[in-house]
């Protein structure tokens, strides 16, 4: 198995968001991905780049290139990417041109910070995937590893499904 660092790319989404009883609303916050990795007592090398902290819906075309820019930029050749879920697969499609890099976008449907949230799930199915998977650009959610070219997330079951 390939034991190269592997960049960890955080953009923001449900994963990071914290709830906030006075606003009665979500918020992203401070990553929470290198304590999750703690947590889980990650020994394969990583790098964190908390590159942004936005809710996917907001993501623009020119977040979407820095994204891009970041990890072709970056020395290492497996890469993890945190994301909302919304337009996780639109993100997929922008990174599709990173061929010599095995790129996984994970996320969550509930918040890290809750205890029965699927995000430390789908991060370490990210960091398998990372790892196993050949060159590309592969989504990890529900427990499936998915093209990241041919899944669309499925907003009314709450699952993403291959297209």
Known sequence: MDRSPILVVTTGGTI???????????????????KLLK???????FRIVELMRKDSLELTDEDRAL???TIANAPEKR?????????MAVTAQAL????????VLAGALAPARFSESDAAFN??????????ASPGVWITMNGSVFDGLK?????EAGTFVEV
């Open 16 to 34: 990071d968001k914290q709830y906030f009883d006075a606003l009665s609303e979500y918020q992203i916050t401070e990553s929470v991905i290198e």
């Open 39 to 45: 947590i889980a007592r990650v020994t394969h090398p």
């Open 67 to 69: 994204i891009a820019a």
């Open 79 to 87: 890469v993890v990417v945190t994301h909302g879920t919304d337009t």
């Open 96 to 103: 599709a041109h990173l061929t010599d890099k095995t790129v």
């Open 123 to 132: 991060l370490g199915m990210a960091f398998a995937c990372c790892q196993a």
């Open 151 to 155: 899944v669309r997330k499925d907003r």
